[in-house]
């Protein structure tokens, strides 16, 4: 199932309302009826359909930068960890760690997820809603 492999809809929804733009192979479709549906598709459908990025984990990890600078602190760094908890499944989790000499605080926000798309994206929106990334 494709839905395993990209940002689920309400992700995708929260993304475009901030400016996140930019093209996938995949797109969700609401259509007036209330339903959902995942297509590949190259651009949008019809007006009459709401249509939504569905970005895969690669296309969202490549709009992640690989380390963050901000203003008077160290550079962070990218890492990308599977987790596994007692008696859970597995999750993955994104995080922008310091250099370990550092006293700055890592970024981070509540990304841990099933899905590694979905977790790219809780952090694509952290960063974009803090103003670390974007216009």
């Known amino acids: ?5 990209i940002v689920n809809f309400d992700l995708s929804v929260n993304l475009i309302k901030l400016g996140v733009d930019e093209e996938s192979l995949f797109y969700w479709h609401k259509y007036k009826n209330g339903d959902l549906g995942c297509h590949a598709y190259w651009q949008r459908m019809s007006e009459e359909i709401e249509s939504y990025q ?3 984990a690669t296309e969202i ?3 992640l930068p690989c380390t963050l600078m901000i203003k008077n602190e160290d550079e962070k760094y990218l890492t990308v960890e599977k987790e596994f908890f007692p008696d859970e499944d597995e ?3 994104i995080v922008y760690y310091k250099p370990i000499d550092s006293s700055q605080p890592d970024i981070f926000s509540n990304n841990y997820d099933k899905n590694l798309a979905n977790s790219a994206a809780k952090i694509l929106i952290y960063l974009v809603e803090n103003g670390i990334v974007g216009d």
């Open 1 to 5: 199932m494709i839905e395993k492999n």
């Open 54 to 56: 569905a970005y895969t």
């Open 61 to 63: 990890l490549g709009m």
């Open 91 to 93: 999750y993955f989790y």
